[in-house]
């Protein structure tokens, strides 16, 4: 039976109280206040630190929860996982190497060692590598040309902006996307404020600096992170580990090498011709539902590892994941039409267009037990915060449920990635209606996956599929 | 012929340690030569291509220098690209 997302439920969780709110107690990080630093500078670091201090946070609330969840049965799967975590986010960085084109990739990796000895090789990357792109006139021809804006750490520890022009093909292309871009602007700054019900003033995109995606700078870490927060309270096991971290004077993932390789033309054959019934359907329709849950604009073919030993898949590269989100009429499964949810940004997913070849391939019963299990965690935390159980149900819940462990986490989750401090450095309260939007948004998502145990199958135009099926050479 | 005309493949191991650079050259027709490379990375890339720079859609060998362009700006746990043969683990 399908459970009902009240309209404002993203607004009730952040309004409710906890009765019993017990938050870890946890070295707090605080901004440098040693050294006189220009307000840009200053505001930066504040704002890393608040950031560090959140995923922290969420961490150790998913890490409790876990083991809270399993008292009768710590598995060492569970010890290992919150060991690891722990070593990402904590432990030094050994044996560090660029990776990929010097000025063209910022990835770095290296091996961490957790206290048990392990090595674990990690991929680290800063906040300040994603690409920006910026119209700037030409200091010699004064025409507009576009330029990658560099966020730079000088000797003196100050975060700089550097600009470097794109030539060749590379700049023609962004200039055709950017004049694009401008035209739809307007338009997606409207329908941003309505959409969150928030003053056009007060729309978060910043026109000055446009990324490849309708989200602003800063973005990518933090949906990075994200991704791996709520694999963990969804138990999906498909995004590698990954922890939010200082590295270098600014904020870094720090995200654990996953097995496998992208798929090889042979082997999305047989995924497409067998679909469930191949030995890796489970973790791809488990990919294909994390795409739908984290709202995914960048899932092409070589941003997932298919690791053939154990038949799972990782998804990587998610930082254009969780953008902002907008509603649209679509078809619904009776035919008649509905209003759902989409990323503002088209949803790309590969595992969502190769699993919807098949009617009958959907979730499998322990995921969609681990949906409903955290959709109740958060309706049974909520009705015990606002006393509406009668006390022999309240007596009967959990720790984890009467702490609201999987609500916190839920709200601090979608915090870090949609708050924004203002000038006056209080986090803007249109930021904050944006976050408890997405939370709504988010648990209707997790609604639909327990009701119909698959992603929606969406229009071209709200899910800009890779084209597989010709890829292949397979349609008719 | 403006353009880049040659990267780097370099595999990478379960202990993060690189193959010797395989070179991925520009055919005679314009198109990225895959033949130097592993079967199965040159099988994927050949089928599927690699992302373009503004992510709103796929690059193919055929498009030649720019793929050799966009290669470079990807990453992987199991495969990297560079514009020079120099192994660095």
Known sequence: MEQTVPQAFGERLSQAESKEVKRPEKKKKRPETDVILAPEEAARRHEEARLWNLASGIDETLGQRAILRNIENITSEGMEKGRRMEALRDCPIANRQEVGEPGVNTTETGTIETKIGESVRVFIKPQNGELRITLRPDQFSGKNRAYRALQVIGADGVMRTEYRPFTGRKANELLNYLERRAADDQLTVMELAAHYGIAYEESPLNQAEIGLR?????????????????????????????????????????????????????????????????????????????????????????????????????????????????????????????????????????????????????????????????????????????????????????????????????????????????????????STKIASREVTEFLRRLNHLIVHRRPPKLPQQYHSRVGIAKALGLEP | MEGLQKIYFFQIDSAGHESNPVEIGLAPDGSADLSQLPPKVGDHLRTFGVRNFTHSGQVTFKDGSYFLECLLATDNPSWRFRSTPDKKS
């Open chain 1, 214 to 430: 309708v989200i602003d700078a800063g973005h990518g870490a933090r949906a990075e992170y994200v991704a791996s927060a709520i694999d963990r309270l969804t138990g999906f096991d498909v995004i590698p580990n990954t922890a939010l971290r200082e590295d270098k004077g600014t904020l870094a993932t720090v995200q654990e090498s996953a097995a496998g390789a992208p798929l090889t033309y042979d082997q999305t054959v047989e995924f497409v011709k067998q679909g469930p019934r191949h030995s890796g359907a489970k973790s791809l329709m488990r990919l294909a539902c994390m795409d739908y849950l984290l709202n995914s604009t960048d899932r092409h073919m070589n941003n997932f590892l298919y690791d053939p030993a154990t038949h799972t898949f990782k998804g990587i590269d998610n930082g254009y994941s969780n953008g902002y989100s907008h509603m649209v009429d679509v078809p619904g499964p009776d035919g008649r039409n509905q209003l759902i949810n989409v990323p503002l940004d088209p949803y790309l997913s590969a595992p969502m267009e190769i699993t919807e070849q098949h009617d009958d391939w959907f979730l499998d019963d322990e995921a969609v037990n681990n949906l409903k299990n955290l959709f109740d965690e958060i309706k049974n935390y909520l009705l015990f915060a606002e006393n509406k159980l009668e006390p022999t149900a309240a007596n009967k819940l959990p720790r984890y449920v009467r702490e609201g462990m999987a609500f916190k986490a839920l709200n601090d989750i979608y915090s870090l990635l949609h708050e924004r401090t203002g000038p006056d450095g209080h986090i803007k309260p249109s």
